[in-house]
């Protein structure tokens, strides 16, 4: 069993930046990929970046890809998203993941979900 929970949310102004973490417990961090996901109201969930075990590899939504930038601190067991240059469609529940089998995160369907912090972008 893993917990995951996000902090770091909240508001900002469009154009600046935000940084969110995830601490996870339970098991090995290293052994599991991470990512983060979203979700606006009355909207499907999606995906945002995910990173390797090792932190070897990344990946990125092409809407995020540029903007915003996904890390790993396994000493730590963190997982961390930096969002810069947000906009007003930014504004969401970001969510952490995390899986044993990266594809599985990268497909949307990761084995443990946090609870989710919210992220909201004025303009």
């Known amino acids: 069993q893993v917990q995951l929970v996000e902090s770091g949310g909240g508001l900002v102004q469009a154009g600046g930046s935000l940084r969110l973490s995830c601490a996870a417990s339970?098991?090995?961090?290293?052994?599991?990929?991470m990512g983060w996901f979203r979700q606006a109201p009355g909207k499907e969930r999606e995906f945002v970046a995910a990173?390797?075990?090792?932190?070897?590899?990344?990946y990125y939504a092409d809407t995020m890809k540029g903007r915003f930038t996904i890390s790993r601190d396994n000493a730590k067991n963190t997982v961390y998203l930096q969002m810069n240059s947000l906009k007003s469609e930014d504004t969401c529940v970001y969510y952490c993941?995390?899986?044993?089998?990266?594809?599985?995160?990268?497909?949307?369907?990761?084995?443990?979900w946090g609870q989710g912090t919210q992220v909201t972008v004025s303009s």
């Open positions: 993941a995390a899986d044993q089998v990266p594809i599985k995160l990268r497909l949307g369907r990761p084995d443990y």
């Open positions: 339970g098991r090995l961090f290293s052994n599991y990929a």
């Open positions: 990173i390797s075990r090792s932190g070897d590899s990344t």
